[in-house]
C-alpha cells in the first residue's frame, strides 16, 4: 500500500476558490443590467437572449403604460386650457422612451414627432436638441420633459434650436425638476424670443420626481435672419 502523501493539485484548488465569486459577480452585473432604464434590451444595452424575464418586461410595461397615462393627462389639460390642439404639429424633445409622442397621438394629435440620440421609429426619429433637424417655424407646439433642458450641457443652444423651429405664436411647454425663481428667471432669459404666459407645480411622473415646475412660453419676436417658411 501507498501511504506516501499526494501532493494537492493547486490548479484545482484555485479553480474551486474562485467558481463562487465568479458566479456572484455574474449574478451582480445581470442584476444590474436588469435594473437600468426600465428593463428591457432596447434600453440595457445588455441581454444574455433575445428575452428578458417575465417579471422584468411585466415592470417595464407598467412603467411604459404609467408614462402614457400621465403624458396624456398633462396633455389633455394643455388642449382644455387652449395652448395645444389637435391640429397642431406637435414635437416631443429629447424623449426617452416616446411616450409622450404616443399620447399625442392616442389623443388625436396626428402630427406628432419626437427626437432623441437612441431613436425608436415611427415615434421617435434621431436628433439632438440642440441641433434639430427641422427648418425653421416648422412646430406648433413644443414639449420637453424632464429628461431634456435639465440635463443638457449646452442650454443655451437648446434654447436657440427650440426657438428656431416654433412657429410664432406657437407654444413651448416645459417640465422642470427647478422650481426656485432663479432658476426660472434664467430660464425666461434663455428664452429671449418668448413670453411666459403661465408656471405651475404639478405631480410629476413617478416617485423619483414626485412633484416638478410645468412652464409655458409662447414665441413672440421673429429671430432675426430667420426664414419665413412654414408659418401657415
Known amino acids: 500500500m501507498d501511504l506516501t502523501p499526494r501532493k494537492p493539485d493547486l490548479l484545482s484548488n484555485l479553480l474551486l476558490r474562485l467558481l463562487p465569486f465568479a458566479v456572484l459577480i ?18 440595457l444595452q445588455f441581454c444574455f437572449s433575445s428575452s428578458v ?38 414635437f416631443c424633445i429629447e424623449t426617452i422612451t ?3 409622442v404616443a399620447s399625442l397621438k392616442e389623443i388625436g394629435v ?11 421609429p ?11 433637424p427641422f427648418d425653421d417655424n416648422t412646430f406648433g407646439f413644443h414639449f420637453s420633459g424632464v429628461d431634456g433642458l435639465d440635463w443638457s450641457s449646452q442650454p443655451a443652444e437648446f434654447a436657440s434650436e427650440v426657438s428656431r423651429t416654433l412657429k410664432p405664436g406657437g407654444f413651448f411647454v416645459l417640465h422642470t425638476v427647478a422650481k426656485d425663481m432663479y432658476s426660472l428667471n434664467s ?46
Not at 436588469?34 to 432596447?42: K, L, M, P
Not at 411604459?64 to 389637435?86: K, M
Not at 415611427?122 to 434639430?132: C, K, N, T, Y
Not at 411622473?205 to 430667420?226: C, H, Y
Open 26 to 43: 455574474f449574478a451582480a452585473r445581470f442584476t444590474y443590467a436588469a435594473t437600468i432604464d426600465g428593463c428591457s434590451c432596447r434600453f
Open 98 to 100: 416616446g411616450q409622450d
Open 187 to 232: 430660464l425666461l432669459e434663455l428664452f429671449n424670443s418668448c413670453r411666459l404666459i403661465r408656471w405651475r407645480d404639478i405631480n410629476g411622473p413617478d416617485l423619483a420626481f414626485p412633484s416638478i415646475r410645468e412652464v409655458i412660453l409662447i414665441k413672440e419676436n421673429p429671430i432675426p435672419g430667420q426664414g419665413e417658411k412654414n408659418q401657415n
Open 53 to 90: 424575464p417575465e417579471t422584468v418586461t411585466l415592470s417595464a410595461a407598467e412603467l411604459l403604460r404609467s408614462l402614457r397615462t400621465y403624458y396624456s393627462s398633462v396633455f389633455q389639460d394643455l388642449i382644455t386650457e387652449g395652448y395645444l390642439s389637435l391640429c397642431s404639429k406637435a
Open 122 to 132: 415611427p415615434l421617435v426619429i434621431s436628433g439632438r436638441a440642440v441641433r434639430q
Open 110 to 120: 396626428a402630427d406628432s414627432i419626437g427626437i432623441s440620440a437612441k431613436p425608436s
